[in-house]
Each structure stands twice: as structure tokens, then as C-alpha cells.
């Protein structure tokens, strides 16, 4: 998974790069996510992965189906990547670039999940002291999963706080089998 991210860095740069300047984020990052989504599905995969296919006609795919989202600069993207036989990295690329996106734009998404449901004010307070807490505007989903007992867990992108009563009962037992 690493080498994944290590690989697809250098084309999320240079696609983020390019949608700032032409001041096309939006754009970008809708396409990204179309291809992305395309890129995964069944039938695609076929031709993706089919040997018998040249570059050139596995770029002519993706962008066939996704032509209506593609400005000029994003089919040739998808040319280059195709050319370089990473077409199979655009889940990766689309990711990457929301991050760097989410990042530029000051806002992140944060992940909440509880034992219970957060009610309406909980959720405020949570969203404002994480939004003092990591300096950017935060966009809180919150999930209900019974099975942390109790606390809560956090997930922002690379960053995961548990405080779940699950985590501290399984610290416990590591603890006394020590």
C-alpha cells in the first residue's frame, strides 16, 4: 500500500499542480473521482488488464466512457498514465489529491465513531474543538459502532486517536499477559 502512495505521489503533483494553476480544482477533482470509480469497475478492469490492448487504446477507453467530465489537459493525464501503465493507480491519485486539496483549502474530513448516538449539539462542540484542535475547518461523520462499548475513536486522514473502552480493555489484557 505504501508503494502505491509512493508511486501515485509524483502524478497527484503534477495533476494538483496543474488544476491550481488553471484554477480547476473542482473540476479536477471531479474527474479524478469519475475515473477513479471507472477505473474500478468490473468491465473496465477487463480492458485494463488485457494484454492484448495497446496503451493508446486502454487511454481511448477510460476516456471514452468519462469524455463528458475531461477538459483537453485531463485526457492527456490520462494518455500519460497509460502510457506508463499506471492507469490502475487513479483510486490512489484521486485520494492523494483530495487530501491535497482538503489541505490547500484548510478543511479536513474527520471520522467520529461512538458506542451512541451524538446528538445534534454533541456533534457542534466535537466539530469546534476539533476545528481549534487541528488549525482547518473539519467535516464531521459520525457512525454508531456498539462494539467500542464505550469513548470514541477519531480518524482524520493519516491520524487515528482511540478512546474507546475496547482499546483500553484490550491494553489491559496485553498488560496482565506481559
Known amino acids: 500500500m505504501a508503494e502505491l502512495n509512493t508511486v501515485a505521489r509524483p502524478y497527484t503533483k503534477a495533476a494538483f499542480e496543474h488544476a491550481v494553476d488553471k484554477g480547476n480544482l473542482d473540476q479536477w477533482s471531479e474527474m479524478l473521482t469519475t475515473a477513479a470509480a471507472v477505473s474500478q469497475h468490473e468491465t473496465m478492469n477487463l480492458v485494463l488488464g488485457n494484454p492484448g490492448l495497446t496503451s493508446e487504446q486502454k487511454a481511448q477507453a477510460m476516456i471514452s466512457v468519462c469524455e463528458e467530465q475531461m477538459d483537453d489537459s485531463a485526457q492527456n493525464f490520462i494518455v500519460l498514465l497509460a502510457e506508463n501503465q ?21 478543511s479536513v474530513d474527520v471520522n467520529v465513531t461512538t458506542a451512541f448516538d ?23 461523520t459520525a457512525e454508531i459502532d456498539k462494539s467500542i462499548i464505550g469513548g470514541v475513536i477519531v480518524r482524520t486522514e493519516d491520524m487515528v486517536i482511540d478512546g474507546s473502552i475496547r482499546a483500553r480493555l484490550a491494553k489491559l489484557a496485553e498488560a496482565m499477559n506481559s
Open 86 to 106: 499506471r492507469l490502475a493507480l487513479l483510486p490512489k491519485i484521486s485520494e492523494q489529491f483530495e487530501q491535497l486539496k482538503a489541505s490547500q483549502q484548510k
Open 118 to 140: 451524538l446528538g445534534e449539539q454533541q456533534q457542534q462542540k466535537l466539530t469546534q474543538a476539533l476545528s481549534s484542535k487541528l488549525g482547518r475547518e473539519v467535516s464531521l
